[in-house]
């Protein structure tokens, strides 16, 4: 969950990892510890829900002055189905913008001050990234040859590395919700993929292939900074 002043990443030491589960739900929480004589730790919490809904929560104590360039949660939203996409953009002040998603590299912040995102990820069905806790913003990865959009916590804009001080909690969540239905699958088409033809006679050959959709997956996925 954490960065040190070097954008290096903290092996976080997990403890009291708990697993439940249940017919219509599950529920993961553990207590993780950062740094040495610089220290940090949090209790994660994830639940999933049979609404298709999924909560990565973190409440974070520095137990001494903690320097970081970034602390706190990172979503990976990917390229397939995502580029060139109607979003719509909750920021932190409330307002709601309708934009979409880069299609040619943005080498700045395509948003800022973000709140929730929502786009499409099938016919019908879409899926609200909502990120509590502080402002997230979010980088086009292709920059550095990832294939993602990346969302994170804390604008670049504001100094880094600073200091989470001493006895000073925090809290953020990631929660993905699923909304809409999906559309009835169209019956698969056989696909002709190659026809030799005689002047005077029916085809020689017919090589008649059946074709299925690949299932790509468009929806964000959550994960610690890198």
């Known amino acids: 969950l954490a960065r040190d002043r070097n ?92 934009s979409r998603f880069p299609v040619e590299i943005n080498p700045a912040c395509p948003f800022h001050d973000i709140r929730a995102l929502t786009h499409e990820i099938m016919p019908g069905v879409s899926v609200t990234c909502r990120m509590e806790g502080d402002a997230f913003e979010m980088e086009d990865h292709r920059n550095w040859l990832d294939a993602s959009f990346k969302t994170y916590v804390r604008p670049l804009a504001l100094p880094w590395p600073y200091t989470l001080k001493k006895g000073e909690g925090f809290t953020q969540s990631v929660t993905l919700s699923v909304s809409g239905e999906v559309a009835p699958a169209a019956p698969e088409r056989a696909k002709v993929e190659k026809m030799v033809m005689s002047p005077s006679r029916s085809p020689k050959a017919c090589e008649v292939n059946w074709q299925a959709p690949k299932p790509v997956s468009q929806s964000p996925m959550i994960r610690m900074p890198r």
């Open 7 to 98: 954008w290096g990443t903290y092996g976080a030491t997990i403890e009291n990892l708990e697993v439940e589960e249940s017919e219509d739900a599950f529920r993961v929480s553990y207590r993780a510890r950062c740094g040495d004589s610089e220290r940090l730790v949090y209790d994660a919490l994830i639940e999933g829900r049979a609404d298709g809904s999924l909560t990565f929560s973190a409440d974070g104590m520095p137990e001494t002055d903690f320097v970081t360039n970034r602390t706190g949660f990172t979503v990976l939203h990917p390229l397939a189905g995502v580029v060139d996409a109607p979003v719509t953009v909750e920021h932190t002040d409330g307002r709601i913008v309708e």
